[in-house]
């Protein structure tokens, strides 16, 4: 992400993040019967306060704010709403979205200023665009985008002012630059980028005033350094930044304010600090992170003003607290959180005035509700 003062982090496929000062996102309380079935690629769904959700038959929707055709059309929602078919993964930034077809074209809808769309322009798109073809995963993080094609090469597009594009300038980009070989996954921030190399080792990228590099200084980098070994998947937030390692252990670095981090302290870190044991999904939102663990039990972390924690309360924690069993995917937005349940069930809570927790209602929640999907 890019300028804000939080780390936020995807969607259930949506975009990010969001920081310390972003608002929050919600959703209600699950009810019985069984829903729909969707796809959980371990992708981002949760946006800024809008939400992504691709279904099992490729079909993605969408639902929450979208003033800048973050989704496409332009009005916002409180229910999901069908934007597409044939899709097969969707990162969401915090006003903008990133899809992958089954046909590996990459399409790219919402706001655009600094170019973080990759179209060759700064003109906002109410209607999904096709940029790219060959393209195997991409993160769209506040105002930068990284993209990672069948080749493994990656490329980046947007803001880049704190050198989270990585080309080793700090001048924006309005079409996707080649950045390095041999890479695997990337996440992006809001002004920081992360990325795992197919030889496991993982390489950070651009805002470091928090420690979200990991790199042990505050100071910001425009060419990806090496950070450590053995790394699974990475996922960051507004400004921090969490690490899934081979053995399934998560460490954390960055903002830590509110106990996002999880490590028990508020102050800051610059060096990775281990978290948890036995972890295989987690997704870092703006100041609050989401944990899976092998068991499949849900666990939470740090900023819960908003109820994005899903607790039943409003209270924020600085250590990780289970919160439901039989889940299978986490998504951590700006102020909300989504999660797939193991029957595919979609739950959501936290802030929900734009309608991003998709039950019907703009009541922000405190304990996960159902998303209302056909």
């Known amino acids: ?40 690629e371990p992708t981002r769904f949760a946006g800024g306060n809008f939400t992504l959700v691709l279904k099992a038959d490729k079909t993605l929707w969408a639902t929450g704010e979208n003033g800048y055709g973050q989704f496409g059309g332009g009005v916002s929602r409180n229910i999901p709403l069908k934007i597409m078919d044939d899709v097969q993964k969707v990162s969401a930034g915090r006003y903008h979205s990133m899809i992958i077809k089954i046909d590996n074209t990459l399409w790219v809808t919402g706001f655009n200023k ?78 920081h980028s992360l990325i795992v190399k197919t030889d496991n080792t993982l390489w950070a990228v651009g805002k470091n005033s928090e420690g979200q590099l990991g790199d042990g200084s505050f100071i910001n980098k425009n060419i990806p350094i090496k950070i450590m070994d053995n790394v699974k998947s990475v996922s960051a937030g507004a400004t921090h930044s969490l690490i899934l390692k081979t053995d399934n252990t998560v460490w954390a670095t960055g903002y830590s304010g509110s106990g996002g981090l999880g490590y028990g302290g508020l102050a800051n870190k610059n060096i990775p600090v281990k978290v948890m044991d036995d972890v295989k999904d987690f997704s870092g939102g703006s100041i609050h992170s989401l944990f899976l663990k092998t068991d499949n039990t849900l666990w939470v972390t740090g900023f819960n003003g908003e109820g994005e924690l899903g607790d039943g309360s409003n209270i924020s924690k600085s250590t990780p607290v289970k919160i439901m069993d039989n889940v299978k995917n986490v998504s951590a937005g700006d102020s909300h959180s989504v999660i797939v349940k193991t029957d595919n069930t979609v739950w959501a809570t936290g802030y929900n005035a734009s309608g991003q927790l998709g039950d019907g209602t703009n009541t922000s929640r405190n304990i996960f509700i159902k998303v209302q999907l056909p």
């Open 114 to 191: 600094y170019g973080r769309l990759g179209d060759g322009s700064t003109t906002n798109r109410s209607v999904p665009l096709k940029i790219m073809d060959n393209v195997k995963s991409v993160s769209a993080g506040d105002d930068h985008s990284l993209i990672v094609k069948t080749d493994n090469t990656l490329w980046a597009t947007g803001y880049n002012g704190s050198g989270e594009l990585g080309d080793g300038t700090n001048t924006n980009k309005n079409i996707p630059i080649k950045i390095m070989d041999n890479v695997k996954s990337v996440s992006a921030g809001y002004g």
């Open 1 to 40: 992400m890019k300028k804000n003062n939080v780390a936020l982090t995807l969607l259930f496929f949506a975009g990010i993040f969001i920081f310390g000062s972003c608002k929050k996102n919600v959703i209600e309380n699950p009810g019985p019967g069984p829903g729909p079935s969707i796809d959980t």
